[in-house]
């Protein structure tokens, strides 16, 4: 209004940091709902949702069992024209030890095949998501591995981009040697990595993911943090001494050390 004198309310950095974590609260509830909703039975499409997804990992084991055979039989055959007096041999030789070993257990050598096929009939398959359950459970560094990858490809679709490079050269070293690093960052409060969260120093939100992911996910920009305190924090930014220990060059493009005072 003309003539209005009143001053405009300025919002804190805290209330507007408060604010962005209550939106991104809802947005994860939002996801979830979503997500439930999508695998929820009865839904009108859901059963034959569920059949065309199991159809189509059924036909991608198949697809790739005959690709895995063709590459076989094209190294076969490369190395039978490159060498194959040494492709000869070779085969000579397992042959000999097949019936070598028919022989030992007195039997025929297509006696021998028969029981050698039915054995792998019996034999259990592989079970991939058992695999990388276990290894997640045992292996420290595949665990690293496999929550920052999920944590970055959440924040590359957000962006509309869900292509990106791997999360081991965006890391810059081994992870062998981040898994080191990361336990040296939690030992003064005695955490451990099997029961705290990965904490990006600088939150994700805070880069352009399509052009600063790598900064992001730099090494020096991750430290072990309790659960809860990490929820807390949600996409606020860190101490000037936190922010220290990140990697002058690997700071958002937007954040300057005046926004840190």
Partial sequence: MPGDTRKKRMRSKESRANSRATDQRKRKHERDRKRIEKLTVPREGACEEVVARMVGKAITQVKRGYQQRRIAREKRKAKLLADPEALRAKSKKNSDAFGAAAELA?????????????????????????????????????????????????????????????????????????????????????????????????????????????KANHWTNLRLCEPKLNKEKCNALPSMDLALMVDRDRWPASVSVSDLL
């Fill in 106 to 214: 007195g039997l025929t050598r297509t006696e021998l095949a028969a029981q050698r096929k039915e054995a792998r009939k019996n034999k259990p398959k592989f079970n991939e998501a058992n695999y990388r359950k276990h290894r997640y459970a045992e292996d420290d560094q595949f665990r690293v591995r496999c929550k920052l990858s999920v944590r970055l490809r959440e924040a590359m679709v957000a962006v509309g981009s869900p292509d990106h490079g791997s999360i081991v050269d965006m890391v810059g070293v081994p992870m062998a040697v981040l898994k080191e690093e990361l336990v040296a960052t939690g030992k003064s409060e005695g955490l451990a990595i099997a029961t705290s969260d990965i904490d990006h120093i600088f939150p994700i939100s805070r880069y352009d993911m399509r052009t600063e992911a790598h």
